[in-house]
């Protein structure tokens, strides 16, 4: 199995920046699609981004070009840099690894980013 913590959330203007990083161990980290997703309250989770083991990237449409997921297999940890935030970014941002095979499907505890004036 696979344990996730996040970190580097917090409170930033429209328009900052911040880079969100999570940190996996107990498995082979490098097999998984790791993913960002983001939850409001009152809200339902939702995909932020997603990055396969070979590299591969997705992105929801409401964060385009803004952000930037990626991974790192040697040091077992996947970032998603944020840039020109708005206040509709506010949520908490939660990492994911997932596998089809042996499916896998595992969570971290979250950190918050709040997007305020």
């Known amino acids: 199995q696979v344990q996730l913590v996040e970190s580097g959330g917090g409170l930033v203007q429209p328009g900052g920046s911040l880079r969100l990083s999570c940190a996996a161990s107990g498995s082979i980290f490098s097999i998984y699609t790791m993913g960002w997703y983001r939850q409001a309250p009152g809200k339902q989770r939702a995909l932020v981004a997603r990055?396969?083991?070979?590299?591969?990237?997705n992105y929801a449409d409401s964060m385009k070009g803004r952000f930037t997921i990626s991974r790192d297999n040697d040091k077992n940890t996947m970032y998603l840099q944020m840039n020109s935030l708005k206040p509709e970014d506010t949520a908490v941002y939660y990492c994911n690894a997932w596998r089809e095979i042996a499916y896998g499907d595992y969570w971290g505890q979250g950190t918050q980013v709040t997007v305020s004036s």
């Open positions: 990055i396969t083991s070979g590299g591969t990237t």
